[in-house]
């Protein structure tokens, strides 16, 4: 795998909807990468990049000593290269550096990939949101949000 992590520049919001938009069913939208980049929250954003491509990105946050991982994003073409994986790392460093002593996080139960990426990076699961997300619009229904969380002090 080539290519690099870095912040993302508030230019890039639109990009990083249109590369929400075809990873996920329930992408952000520009609005709510604006605001992310703006540092609504305490929110930033990492993009992992190969050579112009922006290929994924995490938005991270961080209030009052606890971080917050609030979304990966993998392009579909370099899914199981492991960029999810740098950006998580790179996440949890940035977090580190900020001085957030724990992280949090929560995703579909439905998110195999994601679930065991969080378990091999030392999340637990902490508890569940029973019908907290809303179905794809082609399954009606409610889905669990796991809730995870793993230390950051060495």
């Known amino acids: 795998m080539t290519g690099a992590v870095r912040c993302a520049r508030t230019d890039e919001a639109a990009r990083l909807a249109v590369l929400d938009n075809v990873a996920d069913t329930h992408p952000w939208t520009r609005t709510q990468y604006v605001a992310a980049l703006e540092g609504y929250a305490g929110q ?6 190969a050579g112009a491509a922006l290929t994924g990105c995490v938005v991270l946050a961080v209030a009052a000593g606890e ?6 994003v993998v392009a579909d073409a370099h899914r199981r290269e ?21 992280c949090l996080l929560e ?10 990426l969080y378990e091999s ?9 029973k019908g907290y997300y809303m179905q794809a619009t082609q399954t009606p229904g409610r889905e669990d949000a796991l809730l995870m969380s793993r230390s950051l002090e060495d």
């Open 82 to 102: 492991g960029r999810g994986r740098v950006l998580l790392d790179a996440a949890l460093a940035r977090l580190r550096a900020a001085g957030a002593a724990r």
């Open 67 to 72: 971080g917050s991982i609030c979304r990966i």
């Open 107 to 116: 995703l579909r139960a439905s998110n195999r990939a994601a679930l065991a």
């Open 44 to 49: 930033s954003v990492l993009v992992h990049c």
């Open 121 to 129: 990076a030392g999340f637990s699961l902490d508890g569940v949101r």
